[in-house]
């Protein structure tokens, strides 16, 4: 495992053949991410194929299938815990990343400036920085 500060989580709910081909697409295009690892809970009735993809085509993966009566936000906290590197990603299974190349200098960016955030989608225009006002 290479040093890195990035590691990439998920909780996939997967359970039709679309959003199936929608975490492929998504999962190629992050493909030039450096990262020490990918945490990935996956659920759904997809979930045992979705498990073999992921494990098939990313290095350095643990892959869950965790589906607590508690819910997904509870899960998803917990194995959060495993994380132990300064900064997530955290992967939209439906969204293709656009500049692979460009996370891991933004990343490093953040780290030396001390940034503990940066909201990288829906971002709305700028709205959405309202939620960051008290921090």
């Excluded at 009566?69 to 994380?83: H, M």
Aim: glycine residues 2%; hydrophobic residues 40%; proline residues 1%.
């Amino acid at each position: 495992m290479q040093n890195c500060n990035l590691s990439i989580f998920a909780n996939y709910f997967i359970d039709t053949d679309e959003r199936f081909i929608r975490l492929k697409d998504s999962c190629q295009s992050m493909n030039e991410i450096s990262t020490a690892y990918y945490l990935i809970n996956v659920r759904g009735r997809y979930a045992k194929r979705v498990s073999k993809y992921l494990k098939k085509n990313i290095i350095n993966i643990s892959v869950f299938m965790v589906e607590s009566e508690i819910g997904w936000l509870y899960d998803s906290e917990k194995l959060a815990k495993l994380i132990k590197t300064p900064y997530v990603f955290l992967w939209i299974e439906d969204q293709i990343c656009m500049a692979p190349k460009s996370i891991n200098s933004v990343v490093n960016e953040m780290q030396l400036h001390d940034i503990d955030i940066l909201t990288y989608t829906f971002w709305c225009n700028g709205s959405f920085k309202n939620r960051y006002s008290n921090v």
